[in-house]
T-cell receptor, first 112, second 114 residues
């Protein structure tokens, strides 16, 4: 079955710096790769997603890149703000709306 | 976005008892619901997939006789943890989708078994 590896497990940056989180997946059949932000005790919230026919997608300060050949995808957050502090999860699925296999999570801390 | 609710938001039960968690899609019909479990400082682990009117499909390692899932209508799925033990204490999160569109997560249920 699918396996998703996520690094780093913790990431601390200064406000205004960029943050990069990387994930690799094992199942070449995966075609949908969402990223979620989860605050303590809350539900995961979709922040951006990418499909396998696209190499990069950007939404304001957030961007995701996908290298399907290498089976890895990354989340880039620019101009980080303290409110970006949370746990971020990558996930992979064969189809949008399909069962999600999550990475281990990255705890991002943005220091003012 | 679509709204998914869970009830209760937290529950404490004694070891050996059963507890039922409800997951409702409030403004759309959910053809599929997923149940995840999340231990403290860990990732979300998929437990099972349920399609309305069908038996749930459980992930490897999840005891189907212990975690009973019912998806009797297009807006409601329930997870019953039977004979709960302290190791079942966790954050249980459901998600719901219509057809193959984005799945929306519920707010989660914190279960503590004493």
């Amino acid at each position: 079955g699918e396996n998703v590896e996520q690094h780093p497990s913790t990431l601390s940056v200064q406000e205004g710096d960029s943050a990069v989180i990387k994930c690799t997946y094992s199942d070449s059949a995966s075609n949908y790769f969402p990223w979620y932000k989860q605050e303590l005790g809350k539900r995961p919230q979709l922040i951006i997603d990418i499909r396998s026919n696209v190499g990069e997608k950007k939404d304001q300060r957030i961007a995701v890149t996908l290298n399907k050949t290498a089976k890895h995808f990354s989340l880039h957050i620019t101009e980080t703000q303290p409110e970006d502090s949370a746990v971020y999860f990558c996930a992979a699925s064969i189809i949008e709306g399909g069962k999600l296999i999550f990475g281990q999570g990255t705890e991002l801390s943005v220091k003012p | 976005g679509a709204v998914v609710s869970q009830h209760p938001s937290w529950v404490i039960c004694k070891s050996g008892t059963s507890v039922k968690i409800e997951c409702r899609s409030l403004d759309f019909q959910a053809t599929t619901m997923f149940w995840y479990r999340q231990f403290p400082k860990q990732s979300l682990m998929l437990m099972a997939t349920s399609n309305e009117g069908s038996k749930a499909t459980y992930e490897q390692g999840v005891e189907k006789d212990k975690f009973l899932i019912n998806h009797a209508s297009l807006t409601l799925s329930t997870l019953t943890v039977t004979s709960a033990h302290p190791e079942d204490s966790s954050f249980y999160i459901c998600s719901a989708r219509w057809a193959n569109y984005e799945q929306y997560f519920g707010p989660g249920t914190r279960l503590t078994v004493t």
